[in-house]
């Protein structure tokens, strides 16, 4: 398990898993204790850094309140049961369902971490797949699910997703993204603030265009304030800039772009007047970040979070690859670049490169995308009544009630369903509900691969964890639970389970047939790998369409027709629309911070001590007109709900706009979790709106909610 062993102590290496950004961790042990956890300065990819969550892993670990055995409910009571009996409690009461109410009567809602758990990711599906329901859900549509659909609409596969070449731009225009907090999204980064020192070092510039002034604007050469839900209009505004300048430019890509002129015909007529009317972004400012675009020799856009989880999500995405694309910057070093990871899961066998649209959901008819339903559906599909509703629910790793719109009326759904399974750690808001809950070892426990992450890094790279501490006793892992699963479910379908390899020959057959595989001069193998347990760096991100797209044509499309639909819609609603009246309600968004993890870790108390940061920020100017002083508590009211929070009366947020953190609001009653419940904060998703979504995808928009904030 360990490379060194000095005097009772191990020091061993690995990467954490915890967020995008993979760093490189070394972490010291003493028999069952573990004494220290330190950046890996000899990790090449992250370089020694770590955030502080990094020690949250010891508290993971440790946690009392983590679930070590399963537990069923009997009488409304927790019970530790075996695990021949859990996994049986849980087939049965599916099977039962899946009998009398039929297949689609299961939902599954699978979360974020099952994307950071290798082990789920190549095995979740044996068991999962044998609930043939097209109830799922996941965390992509909280999340990037524009972005996904971006990748598979104009380059041919859901994961192929230019990535900035952030060591290499002169110019680096960024929209709702804070990677300083967040440590990078869909922009595998670990040490960000260091690879922006460099590109200003090298002359270059970074713009951060955000509602509120992040830690990322803070280090950047300009932030810009942006009313929310607006970049969709800030964007087609930049592209005309260009388009009118004669400043476009697709050099060699020109040969294999189809579309581009129905695009912009689409959005025509968005002069930086008209975008600056509603994003609040002067029009001399849009025209000179145009042209300094433009004129830059390497220039990339990128947004997240607040580009996708809003009104215009796809369009945002959507103009963000076209902004790319005509200034000869998407595929060319120091603009936007696809990886080539060393396991090619875009080409391995059984994978999916998208789909939309193929059905549609029960109740609101919304399109099926890249094979689920948004998560925004999911209560609806719960709560009403008819042939098809969902009447059991299995979540894997994830916590809905809190992370996705109108927590309340999730929590109200899953209280009313007749089974509930929760695959996860904890005893949480969301898993509280379940009939069973099956826990799995912890994360140090096991060991780990980044299939997902390694797809969307800044470099290609790749390394293999060990396992860091031995297993706790009578846990099993996430893999191999579902394993256990699939045998007790296929038994009761009467069906054989499918054969099934542990995760490790998975890995090692990944690398040996990819691109840095047997075939090549680097020769990876999990070996390789495991002799060079700092990881291996494979080189920059290179231009690689057209080969690399996966399209049949190879081809890049840039008018997706459901897209410019949806364009000409939004262009003509631009075009008509009224300048803003001075709004009585404010527009709500999100915020992440260093310390806290999405919906979990706020067990751990050295992350969640301190100043409570589940605040509402606030204009020093609304705060003013609604009678609000620092520390006061502001009632916060939406369609959908109504909750009281202390307030932060700060010039770091846009006048009209209030930020929340998700993930808080742990005081719901029966939730296990000590130190969570103490600091429990409120949860944000008690006001976002699940009517609310992204036009083209139903994403949920979890940022530019309607609010209205009052003393109280
Ligand atoms: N308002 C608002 N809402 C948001 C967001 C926002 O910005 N604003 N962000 C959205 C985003 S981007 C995301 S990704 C979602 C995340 O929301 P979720 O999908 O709910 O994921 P988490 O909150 O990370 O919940 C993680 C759960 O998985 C469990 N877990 C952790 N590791 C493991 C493991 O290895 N195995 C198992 N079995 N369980 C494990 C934890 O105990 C925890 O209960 O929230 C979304 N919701
Ligand atoms: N510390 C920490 N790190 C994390 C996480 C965490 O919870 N905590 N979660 C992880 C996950 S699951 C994800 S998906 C990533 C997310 O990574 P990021 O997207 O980098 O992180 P966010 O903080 O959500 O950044 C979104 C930004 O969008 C802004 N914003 C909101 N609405 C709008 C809008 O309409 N327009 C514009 N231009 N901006 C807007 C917000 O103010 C915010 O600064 O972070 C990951 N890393
Ligand atoms: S930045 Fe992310 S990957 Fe790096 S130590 Fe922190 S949580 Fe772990
Ligand atoms: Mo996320």
């Not at 609603?573 to 009246?581: C, D, G, N, R, T």
């Amino acid at each position: 398990m360990s490379e060194l062993q000095t005097q009772g102590t191990a020091v061993h290496r690995r990467a954490c898993h915890l967020c995008e950004a993979i760093c490189g961790l070394v972490i010291e042990t003493r028999g069952a204790e573990i004494v220290s956890i330190r950046g890996d300065e000899q990790d090449p990819f992250s370089r020694g850094h770590i955030c502080p969550k990094a020690l949250g892993l010891k508290d993971i670990h440790e946690d009392p309140d983590r679930l070590r055995k399963p537990v069923k409910k009997v009488d409304g009571q927790w019970v530790e049961t075996s695990w021949e009996d859990a996994i049986e409690t849980a087939c049965e009461g599916l099977f039962q369902v899946q009998k009398t109410h039929g297949s689609q009567a299961i939902g599954v809602y699978q979360g974020n971490p099952n994307v950071h758990n290798w082990g789920l990711m190549t095995h979740a599906a044996n068991f999962l797949g044998l609930i043939k329901t097209k109830n799922r859900f996941s965390a992509t549509s909280v999340d990037q699910l524009p972005l996904q659909l971006m990748g598979y609409w104009m380059y041919g596969h859901q994961l192929l997703i230019p990535i900035p070449d952030i060591d290499h731009t002169d110019y680096f225009l960024m929209l709702g993204a804070n990677p300083i907090a967040s440590n990078g999204s869909l922009m595998t980064v670990p040490d960000v603030a260091k690879r922006i020192k460099a590109l200003q070092a090298r002359g270059g510039k970074l713009i951060v265009i955000d509602p509120r002034r992040t830690e990322t604007a803070d280090v950047a050469d300009h932030h810009h304030f942006i009313q929310p839900g607006t970049d969709a209009a800030f964007l087609f505004a930049l592209i005309n800039t260009i388009v009118e300048a004669k400043a476009t430019r697709l050099g060699r890509l020109e040969e294999f772009t189809q579309g581009l002129q129905e695009a912009l015909d689409s959005i025509a007529g968005i002069t930086a007047e008209v975008a600056s009317k509603v994003c609040g972004i002067s029009a001399d400012q849009i025209r000179a970040i145009a042209l300094d675009f433009a004129r830059a020799e390497k220039a990339v856009c990128y947004g997240r979070m607040g580009t996708c989880t809003q009104r215009h999500g796809t369009l945002c995405q959507w103009a963000m690859q076209l902004l790319n694309l005509i200034t000869g910057n998407l595929d060319s070093v120091g603009g936007a670049l696809v990886t080539q990871p060393a396991v090619d899961l875009l080409n391995a066998p059984g994978n999916k490169p998208g789909s939309y649209g193929r059905w549609a959901s029960r109740v609101g008819q919304k399109s099926e995308v890249l094979g689920e339903f948004p998560s925004s559906l999911m209560a609806e599909e719960i709560l009403t009544e008819g042939e098809g509703k969902i009447q059991a629910m299995v979540t894997v790793a994830g916590n809905p009630v809190l992370s996705t719109p109108n927590g309340q009326k999730l929590d109200q759904a899953l209280e009313s369903l007749k089974f509930m399974v929760s695959i996860d750690l904890y005893i949480n808001e969301t898993s509280r509900h379940a009939d069973v809950i099956l826990p799995t070892s912890g994360p140090l426990e096991h060991d780990h691969y980044d299939l997902i992450f390694n797809i969307f890094g800044v470099r290609n790279q790749a390394k293999y964890s060990a396992a860091t501490m031995p297993r706790q006793e009578g846990l099993l892992h996430d893999w191999e639970l579902f394993n256990k699963l699939a045998a007790c479910y296929s038994a009761k379908l009467g069906t054989a389970p499918k054969p099934s390899f542990p995760p490790q020959m998975v890995l090692d057959m990944g690398l040996q047939m990819g691109p840095y595989g047997a075939q090549s001069t680097v020769g990876l193998s999990l070996e390789k790998l495991k002799a060079h347990p700092e990881g291996i760096d494979l080189g920059p991100l290179k231009p690689s369409f057209p080969a690399r797209l996966m399209n049949e044509s190879k081809i890049i499309q840039a008018a997706p027709e459901v897209v410019v639909t949806a364009a000409k819609a939004y262009v003509a609603e631009l075009l008509q629309a009224v300048p803003p009246m001075p709004s009585p309600t404010l527009s709500l968004i999100g915020r992440r911070h260093v310390r806290s993890n999405n919906s979990w870790m706020h067990n751990s108390l050295r992350l969640v001590k301190g100043k409570n940061r589940c605040t509402l920020w606030i204009h020093p100017a609304d705060a003013q007109a609604l009678g609000l002083k620092e520390g006061d508590s502001a009632q916060v009211q939406s369609r959908v709900g109504r909750l009281t929070v202390p307030v932060e009366v700060t010039d770091g947020i846009m006048p009209g706009v209030v930020s929340l953190p998700h993930g808080w609001g742990h005081a719901r009653a029966g939730v296990k979790q000590r130190v969570a419940v103490e600091h429990a904060g409120v949860s944000a998703n008690d006001l976002t709106d699940d009517l609310y979504v992204d036009v083209v995808s139903g994403n949920a928009a979890v940022n530019g909610v309607s609010v209205t904030v009052s003393k109280g």
